[in-house]
C-alpha cells in the first residue's frame, strides 16, 4: 500500500490491510459502480475511517485536513488495479458528516465490514438526519431546523396545477400540510419552499411536471431525492400510532380535518415511509399535525430572500466575527439559547402579516428597552444557562437520556420562576398575557417532574461532579454508597496530609479532584511546582495552565477503589434509571411548550439588544392595516452595512402615499448607493413584519401581502441560466404575484441583452407596476428614458443618487434627491477603482467620439423637426383664415404639432407648452 506524504504536521491514520484485503476491496468498490454525485461513501475499518474515488477523496481531504496532500493510493502487488482513497479517524470522521449533512446539503453512506463482505449499515441526507443525531449533536447546539418536505402536483383544468405539500420538522415533531393552486411557474410553491426553508424534497419524478419543480426546488438550494418505490404503508395506522392525543381523546387520526387534504396526504404518507418514523419508538406519540396557512405570513421569493440577505450563508455560526454583519438574521440575532437561534430562522422567513401579533411584539419589545436593568438580567444571566431543552426531551423519548440530562432539564425548571418573576415585576400586560400566562400554566405541569428528581437524585454527588440515584432506593446502593463515602473521607485526610508535607496553607492550596480519564488526584498552582518536585513520595499526572495534577500510591489505590465501587453503583441503579427516564417521557409535551416559550422570549430579547446596540439605536415602526397605502421611513439606514468598521451611513428617506406617489424612479453613477438605498427600505419593511424595530429615525408602514425582489445580476451556471433569463424569472415571478399591497424593488433591470430591447423590457415593467399594479416599488435603472414615465403618471416620482464631479474631481455624496441624472458617471468610477490612466482615457476618447456622432445626429433630427414645425406653423395660419376647414383636420394638425414640440429639446418651447396647458 502506498500513500501520500503528508505536507503538515497533523498525521492521518494509517490503513492496514494486506496484499489480499485490498484487491478484494477495490473489487467489491467497483461492483458497488456509479454513485450520485451528492452522496458521499464511508468505509468503517474499525480502527479508522476510508472514502474512495477521486472526487470523494479530494472533497473530504479538503474539509477534514485542508489539503489534498493527505489522498493516497491503494496499490496490490500486480499493479493492475489502484483506489484513491483519504483514511481519517472517528473524530475527523465526525467532522466530515457534519460538513457534508448540515452545511453542503449532501448525502452520506457509511459501509461496515460484516463478516466477508462490506454492507450499508448507516444514511442519511440533510433532511433525515436521524442516523447521524448522535454524531452531529452530541455535545453540540443544534442552530438550524431539520425538515423536509414530500409533494405531488396534480393537473387541474386549464394551466391550473394543484400541489400538495407535507412537511415535516423532526425536531419539533411537527407535520404540516397544505395545498393550494399554483400556475406552470409554481409560484406559490417557491414561496412555500422560502417559508418552509426544507433541507430536502422528496418527488415522485423527475419528468413531466416536476421536472419544473426540480428547477425551482435547485435554484432555492434544495436537496432532491426520489424514493424508491414500496408497498405502500398505510397513513392512518401510522399516524394513530406517531400523533400526540389530548387526554381524553380517542386516539383515532381518522377524523382529522387535516386529512380532508387528499394530495398532501399522499405525500405525508411517502415523507413517513421515507424517514422510517414509525420504526424509531422516540417518535411514537409525540408528533402534532397542523394546516399550514400561506395568508398568515408575507410571501417573499427565493430572489428577494437572496436580494435582501436574510439568512447568513451555509456554515456560518453565531460565534464567526462576520455572522453579525452578513444577513439580516446576524443583524438580530443575539439570542443566547439554540432554541432561540432556531426560531430566530424561523421567524426571518416568515414575516407576519397579522398586525396585531406584531403590535404585541412591538410592546414587549419597546417596554424591555425601557428596563435596560432586566433586560441585561435575562440576556446575560438567565437566558444564557438556559439548555437545549428540545434535545434533552428528544434523548428522553428515545430512551437514552441520562441522570445529568434530566439534572439539566430540573435546573430549567427551577429557573423559570426566577424568569416569570423578572418579567412580572415589569407590569406589562403584553409580557404578563404573551409570555408568563403560559410559563405558569407549564410550570404547574411540571411540577410532577421536580417532585420526582428531588426525590431521586443524589445532590450531593452532583456536588462532586457524579450523578446517581439516592442510595435509599436499595440496599445494595446503600452499603456500596457507604464504601465510597469512606472512601472519600480517607482521600479527604490524605488531601490533608499532603498539605502539611509540602508546607502549603491547607486545602486551598492542594485540591482533589476527580476527571473521568484521570480519577481522583491532587493539584496545586504551577508557582509550588518546585515545592513538589523535592517530594518523592508524589508523581506528577499532568500539567496544565490551571496548575499540576499529581497522585501518591495511597491515593491512587484509593481512587481506584472508589471508581471500581462508583461502577457497580451505577449499574445498580440502572433499572431505577430507566424507571425515572420512563416516567420522564411522559412530560414530553410540557417540556416542549416550554422550550418554545424560552425561545420565543429569546427572540423578544435579542430583538431588543439589536435595536439598543445599533450605532443608531433603531425605533418602533407604527404598524397600518394593509391597503392604508402609506409606507414613510426616514432616514432609513442598512443595518448590515452601518455594522461596519469604518463605515458612516448616510440615510436616506421614502414617502409613498396612495394615489399620490407610490414609485420612485432612481438614477445616478455606479456605486452611487441606489442598491443599498433600495435594499434598506426592503430590509426595514421585512424586520417590522418580523416584530423587530427598524433603522429609521421614523416608520410608517403599512402591513404588505408580499416583498419581491429583483436585486444585482449573476449568471446561474451550474443550472445553466444566463444573467438575462435569471432576470426574466425573477421579474415574470414579481409581475405574476405583484399587488397593490406589495412591496417590490428592482435594480437595473435589462441587462444582458440589447439595450433598445433591455429598455423596452424595463420600460413595459416599470409601467406595469405603476399603471396596473399599483404596489410600493422602487426601481433603480441606468436607462434614463424610463424616467419619462413620471410624465404621464403622477404618482410616479423620479429621484437620484446624487454626486459632484469635474474634470479633475469626483465625489459620491450617497444622497437620495429629487430629479433625474442624466449622466452615469462610469468613466469616473472607473478612475476611483484605481483603471489604469491609459484605460481611462482611452475609454474616455471612446466615449467622446460617440458623443459627438449622437450631438451631430440630435442636431440634425432637430433641424427636420424644427423645418416640420415651421410648415405646420404656415399650415395652421393658414387654416385659421380657411372657414371652411375640417374641424377633424385641425384638431389633428394641433396634436401632430404639439407631439412634435415635445420631442424638440427646448426650453422655450417647453415653458410655452406648461403655460398653454396650465
Known amino acids: 500500500m502506498m500513500q501520500a506524504k503528508a505536507t503538515d504536521s497533523r498525521q492521518e491514520p494509517r490503513l492496514h490491510m494486506d496484499t489480499n484485503a485490498r484487491r478484494n476491496f477495490i473489487k467489491f468498490h467497483a461492483r458497488l459502480g456509479e454513485k450520485p454525485c451528492t452522496t458521499v461513501r464511508f468505509f468503517d475499518h474499525s480502527d479508522c475511517y476510508t472514502v474512495h474515488g477521486s472526487d470523494d477523496c479530494e472533497l473530504v481531504a479538503k474539509i477534514v485536513y485542508k489539503s489534498t496532500a493527505f489522498i493516497g493510493v491503494l496499490l496490490p502487488d500486480d499493479k493492475k488495479e489502484t483506489l484513491q482513497f483519504v483514511s481519517m479517524s472517528k473524530g475527523n470522521f465526525e467532522v466530515a458528516v457534519r460538513e457534508l449533512l448540515l452545511v453542503r446539503n449532501l448525502r452520506v453512506e457509511v459501509y461496515v465490514k460484516r463478516s466477508s463482505d462490506w454492507e450499508l449499515e448507516y444514511r442519511g441526507s440533510p433532511g433525515n438526519l436521524l442516523q447521524f443525531e448522535d454524531i452531529l449533536f452530541a455535545n453540540k447546539e443544534v442552530l438550524v431546523g431539520n425538515s423536509i418536505i414530500s409533494l405531488l402536483v396534480k393537473l387541474e383544468g386549464g394551466a391550473q396545477r394543484r400541489v400538495g405539500v407535507a412537511s415535516v420538522e423532526q425536531n419539533d415533531c411537527k407535520f404540516q400540510l397544505l395545498e393550494f393552486l399554483d400556475d406552470d411557474f409554481f409560484t406559490e410553491l417557491e414561496a412555500t419552499v422560502v417559508l418552509l426553508g426544507p433541507k430536502e424534497c422528496l418527488l415522485p419524478s423527475l419528468e413531466g411536471e416536476y421536472a419544473a419543480v426540480k428547477t425551482l426546488l435547485e435554484r432555492s438550494g434544495v436537496m432532491i431525492t426520489v424514493p424508491k418505490k414500496s408497498s405502500a404503508n398505510d397513513l392512518l395506522q401510522d399516524l394513530n400510532r406517531l400523533l400526540r392525543f389530548a387526554k381524553g381523546q380517542q386516539e383515532d387520526a381518522s377524523g382529522l380535518k387535516e386529512l380532508q ?13 421515507y424517514l422510517d418514523l414509525v420504526n424509531d419508538a422516540g417518535n411514537l406519540g409525540h408528533y402534532e399535525i397542523k394546516k399550514l396557512d400561506l395568508n398568515r405570513f408575507v410571501h417573499l421569493d427565493s430572489a428577494a430572500v437572496a436580494a435582501l440577505n436574510i439568512m447568513p450563508k451555509p456554515g456560518t455560526h453565531p460565534s464567526m466575527p462576520s455572522y453579525r454583519w452578513q444577513s439580516i438574521m446576524g443583524v438580530l440575532d443575539h439570542c443566547r439559547t439554540p432554541q432561540g437561534h432556531r426560531l430566530m430562522g424561523q421567524w426571518v422567513k416568515q414575516p407576519l402579516r397579522n398586525r396585531d401579533i406584531l403590535n404585541d411584539r412591538h410592546n414587549i419589545v419597546a417596554c424591555l428597552l425601557e428596563s435596560p436593568d432586566t433586560l441585561e438580567t435575562l440576556s446575560l444571566d438567565y437566558l444564557k444557562r438556559i439548555p437545549d431543552i428540545l434535545m434533552l426531551t428528544k434523548k428522553l423519548m428515545r430512551r437514552k437520556a441520562t441522570l445529568q440530562d434530566l439534572f439539566r432539564i430540573y435546573q430549567v425548571i427551577l429557573r423559570t420562576p426566577k424568569i416569570l418573576k423578572l418579567l412580572l415585576e415589569l407590569e406589562n400586560s403584553t409580557i404578563e398575557s404573551m409570555i408568563c400566562a403560559p410559563f405558569k400554566s407549564f410550570l404547574e405541569d411540571l411540577t410532577g417532574l421536580k417532585q420526582m428528581v428531588e426525590q431521586v437524585v443524589d445532590f450531593e454527588a452532583i456536588d462532586r461532579g457524579e450523578y446517581l440515584v439516592k442510595a435509599s432506593f436499595d440496599n445494595r446502593l446503600m452499603e456500596l454508597q ?28 492542594v485540591k482533589l479532584e476527580n476527571v473521568a480519564k484521570l480519577g481522583h488526584h491532587f493539584r496545586i498552582t504551577l508557582k ?21 495534577r499529581f497522585t501518591s500510591d495511597k491515593l491512587e489505590g484509593y481512587a481506584e477503589e472508589f471508581a471500581s465501587c462508583r461502577s457497580r453503583y451505577e449499574e445498580q441503579q440502572l433499572s431505577i434509571v430507566e424507571e425515572i427516564i420512563q416516567v420522564a417521557v411522559g412530560y414530553a409535551a410540557p417540556l416542549t411548550s416550554l422550550n418554545n416559550e424560552l425561545a420565543q422570549l429569546d427572540c423578544l430579547v435579542s430583538f431588543a439588544i439589536a435595536a439598543r446596540s445599533a450605532p443608531t439605536p433603531y425605533v418602533r415602526p407604527k404598524m397600518l392595516d394593509e391597503g392604508a397605502g402609506e409606507l414613510v421611513l426616514q432616514d432609513v439606514r442598512h443595518p448590515c452595512l452601518e455594522l461596519q468598521e469604518h463605515v458612516s451611513f448616510i440615510a436616506n428617506s421614502v414617502d409613498f402615499q396612495k394615489d399620490k406617489c407610490n414609485m420612485f424612479i432612481i438614477t445616478g453613477p455606479n456605486m452611487g448607493g441606489k442598491s443599498t438605498y433600495i435594499r434598506s427600505v426592503g430590509t426595514a419593511v421585512l424586520m417590522a413584519h418580523v416584530g423587530a424595530f427598524v433603522p429609521c429615525s421614523m416608520a410608517s408602514i403599512s402591513m404588505v401581502d408580499s416583498i419581491l425582489g429583483r436585486v444585482g445580476a449573476s449568471d446561474n451556471i451550474i443550472k445553466g441560466l444566463s444573467t438575462f433569463m435569471v432576470e426574466m424569472i425573477e421579474t415574470s415571478g414579481i409581475i405574476r404575484t405583484a399587488t397593490d399591497k406589495s412591496l417590490v424593488i428592482i435594480d437595473e433591470l435589462g441587462r ?25 416599488t422602487l426601481f433603480a435603472t441606468h436607462f434614463h428614458e424610463i424616467t419619462k414615465l413620471a410624465e404621464s403618471l403622477a404618482t410616479v416620482k423620479n429621484c437620484h443618487m446624487a454626486a459632484v464631479a469635474d474634470s479633475d474631481n469626483f465625489t459620491l455624496l450617497y444622497q437620495v434627491r429629487p430629479g433625474v441624472m442624466e449622466k452615469s458617471f462610469g468613466i469616473q468610477v472607473a478612475r476611483l477603482a484605481s483603471f489604469p490612466d491609459h484605460v481611462v482615457q482611452n475609454a474616455q476618447e471612446v466615449y467622446n467620439e460617440f458623443e459627438d456622432e449622437h450631438v451631430d445626429k440630435q442636431k440634425k433630427e432637430d433641424k427636420a423637426l424644427l423645418e416640420k414645425i415651421q410648415v405646420a406653423i404656415e399650415q395652421l395660419s393658414t387654416a385659421g383664415n380657411n372657414t371652411d376647414i375640417n374641424v377633424e383636420d385641425l384638431t389633428q394638425l394641433v396634436t401632430q404639432f404639439t407631439k412634435d414640440i415635445k420631442k424638440l429639446d427646448s426650453d422655450y418651447f417647453k415653458s410655452v407648452l406648461a403655460t398653454s396647458e396650465a
Open 528 to 548: 509550588d511546582d518546585s515545592v513538589l518536585r523535592k517530594n518523592k513520595n508524589y508523581r506528577i499526572v499532568d500539567v496544565i495552565k490551571g496548575g499540576v
Open 261 to 273: 387534504l387528499q394530495l398532501a396526504s399522499d405525500a405525508l404518507k411517502t415523507a413517513i415511509k
Open 482 to 509: 457507604q464504601t465510597m463515602t469512606d472512601l472519600y473521607a480517607k482521600m479527604g485526610r490524605l488531601q490533608t496530609k499532603c498539605s502539611e508535607e509540602l508546607d502549603l496553607d491547607g486545602k486551598q492550596q
Open 752 to 776: 444582458g441583452t440589447s439595450t433598445y430591447e433591455g429598455c423596452g423590457i424595463a420600460w413595459s415593467i416599470a409601467e406595469h407596476l405603476a399603471k396596473e399594479t399599483k404596489c410600493f
